[in-house]
């Protein structure tokens, strides 16, 4: 019913920048939240950073001042913009959504992306 395109990551240097974006499409009128997690090898999954349908953000602590995520509520696009990137941040990180109200429907519903990989070199 919903379906989640990423975009972005890839290798980067210790102390680059990488920037990932999310597109949700499907019969959608609005989604309440946005966001990432990411899931390193042998790690639980863990919040990166979600955003409202007010641009209210949460983040999770280690990411504080170092990523950014935003939304484009008319493009249904969520974006992290990740700078000084280290090490420790190399996983997988998997768009989600949830509270999305779908046309002809009365439920929300939420969705996950693939995921796309994050590499951060020493």
């Known amino acids: 019913q919903v379906q989640l395109v990423e975009s972005g990551g890839g290798l980067v240097q210790a102390g680059g920048s990488l920037r990932l974006s999310c597109t949700a499409s499907?019969?959608?009128?609005?989604?309440?939240?946005m966001g990432w997690y990411r899931q390193a090898p042998g790690k639980e999954r863990e919040l990166v950073a979600a955003?409202?349908?007010?641009?209210?953000?949460n983040y999770a602590d280690s990411m504080k001042g170092r990523f950014t995520v935003t939304r484009d509520n008319t493009k249904n696009t969520v974006y992290l913009q990740m700078n000084s990137l280290k090490a420790g941040d190399t996983a997988v990180y998997l768009c989600?959504?949830?509270?999305?109200?779908?046309?002809?429907?009365?439920?929300?519903?939420?969705?996950w992306g693939q995921g796309k990989q994050v590499t951060v070199s020493v």
């Open positions: 955003i409202t349908t007010d641009a209210s953000t």
């Open positions: 989600f959504v949830d509270g999305v109200r779908l046309r002809n429907s009365v439920r929300s519903t939420a969705a």
């Open positions: 499907g019969r959608i009128l609005s989604i309440h939240v």
